[in-house]
C-alpha cells in the first residue's frame, strides 16, 4: 500500500560514481529513519547504509564507509545514496526502505516499507 520510488541505479565502470534517490510518497517518511540495503543474485540482503528520521545520525556497512554518503531533503521527501569509487563487488539490486520510527538501525526487519530496486552493476 506504500510505495517508495527509488531511481539513478545503472551500468558503470569501476571507479565511477552514481547516486540513487528514494523518494517517499507521503510526508509520514520523511520523519522517520531510511536506509538503503542491497542483494546480489542468490545472496541475502545486506546492510548499506541509514539515516535517522532528523537527518543528524548515519551508519554504514563496512564495506562501503568512506565510500558511500547518505543524505536526505526533508522538503522533497527523499533520501539519496552517493556512491563513490564503485567497485565490481558493488554490483547488486539496491533497494530503498523506510521505518516507522526515527531512530536508525542496521536490521532489515526493523524496516517496515521497501521500494521496488533499482539495479547498479559495476563493470571491471
Known amino acids: 500500500q506504500v510505495q517508495l520510488v527509488e531511481s539513478g541505479g545503472g551500468l558503470v565502470q569501476a571507479g565511477d560514481s552514481l547516486t540513487l534517490s528514494c523518494t517517499a510518497p507521503?510526508?509520514?517518511?520523511?520523519?522517520?529513519?531510511m536506509g538503503w540495503f542491497r542483494q546480489a543474485p542468490g545472496k541475502e540482503r545486506e546492510f548499506v547504509a541509514a539515516?535517522?528520521?532528523?537527518?543528524?545520525?548515519?551508519m554504514y556497512a563496512d564495506s562501503v564507509k568512506g565510500r558511500f554518503i547518505i543524505f536526505r531533503d526533508h522538503a522533497k521527501n527523499t533520501v539519496y545514496l552517493e556512491m563513490d569509487g564503485l567497485k565490481p563487488e558493488d554490483t547488486a539490486v539496491y533497494y530503498c526502505?523506510?521505518?516507522?520510527?526515527?531512530?536508525?538501525?542496521?536490521?532489515?526487519?526493523?524496516?517496515?516499507?521497501w521500494g521496488q530496486g533499482t539495479q547498479v552493476t559495476v563493470s571491471s
Open positions: 526502505a523506510a521505518r516507522s520510527f526515527r531512530n536508525l538501525l542496521a536490521v532489515s526487519s526493523a524496516y517496515d516499507y
Open positions: 539515516i535517522s528520521g532528523g537527518g543528524s545520525d548515519t
Open positions: 507521503e510526508r509520514t517518511f520523511s520523519r522517520t529513519a
